[in-house]
Each structure stands twice: as structure tokens, then as C-alpha cells.
């Protein structure tokens, strides 16, 4: 049984914790799906979208590996 064919692009909201880490592998699965994504930078002051307008949701880790739970989130 095949899933039916979408006629929208399916819309995906990032949220991107580090502003100078990219998409990654995820940039052409999305791109190959043709996928609509938003990205959203956490350390920004942009208010985040409304969540519920989209069909899925990624979350993207820092570049830098933190040792200290604590130094990580005080900086």
C-alpha cells in the first residue's frame, strides 16, 4: 500500500542551536523531498513560529561537545 501524494511541500521548523553549524546531511534529504524548511536560531531574538503550522520538527545540537553540564549552560 503506497502513501497518498502530497501537494504541498511538507514544511519542517529547525531549531538551530549554533549559528555557524549548517543543515548538515539533513540539507539534501530535505532538498530531495523538497521540503520547505525554517530556521530558527535559538540565540536569536526572533520569537519562534508557531509550531503547530508545520509537519515536523528538528533540533539541532551544538557543534561544540561540552564536558560540563553546567559551563554549557551558563555561557
Request: charged residues 30%; contains cysteine.
Amino acid at each position: 500500500m503506497s502513501r497518498p501524494r502530497r501537494h504541498e511541500p511538507l514544511r519542517v521548523l529547525v531549531l538551530q542551536h549554533d549559528r555557524y553549524g549548517g543543515l548538515g546531511a539533513y540539507e539534501r534529504v530535505l532538498a530531495q523531498r523538497k521540503a520547505d524548511a525554517e530556521v530558527v536560531q535559538l540565540n536569536s531574538s526572533r520569537r519562534l513560529p508557531d509550531w503547530r503550522t508545520f509537519d515536523a520538527i528538528m533540533a539541532l545540537g551544538a557543534s561544540k561537545q561540552c564536558r560540563r553540564l553546567s559551563a554549557c549552560l551558563a555561557s
